[in-house]
Nanobody
Framework: QVQLEESGGGLVQPGGSLKLSCAAS????????MGWYRQASGKQRELVAT???????NYADSVKGRFTISRDNAKHTMYLQMNSLLSEDTAVYFC???????????????WGQGTQVSVSS
């Protein structure tokens, strides 16, 4: 069974920084794309950033220049460095990965449980 575990959320003042981590565990053959999504209260879930296996990253316009996504393929882990945080960045952040497991030998999408990021003075 494959699981994703997120960490690093919390409360931070505007202009501050946080770093989120998402670690995959289980019977993993390979991980394709990885991504971070967020859902603010009363709003739909939105894409924040994605990163391909070769490291090519894409960002939502709202976070470009402030957030950096990265991955460690050997550790099956993804990160999101968030700088210059704004109140509008407040949301539950979810990680997602396209993972090929030994059990299925095909890619399936897995999600983390979500971690709260609150930006407030």
């Amino acid at each position: 069974q494959v699981q994703l575990e997120e960490s690093g959320g919390g409360l931070v003042q505007p202009g501050g920084s946080l770093k989120l981590s998402c670690a995959a565990s289980g019977s993993i053959l390979s991980i394709n794309s990885m991504g971070w999504y967020r859902q603010a209260s009363g709003k739909q879930r939105e894409l924040v950033a994605t990163i391909a296996r070769d490291g090519v990253a894409n960002y939502a316009d709202s976070v470009k220049g402030r957030f950096t996504i990265s991955r460690d393929n050997a550790k099956h882990t993804m990160y999101l460095q968030m700088n210059s945080l704004l109140s509008e960045d407040t949301a539950v952040y979810f990680c997602a990965m396209g993972i090929v497991s030994f059990a299925t030998m095909k890619v399936s999408n897995y999600w983390g449980q979500g971690t709260q990021v609150s930006v407030s003075s």
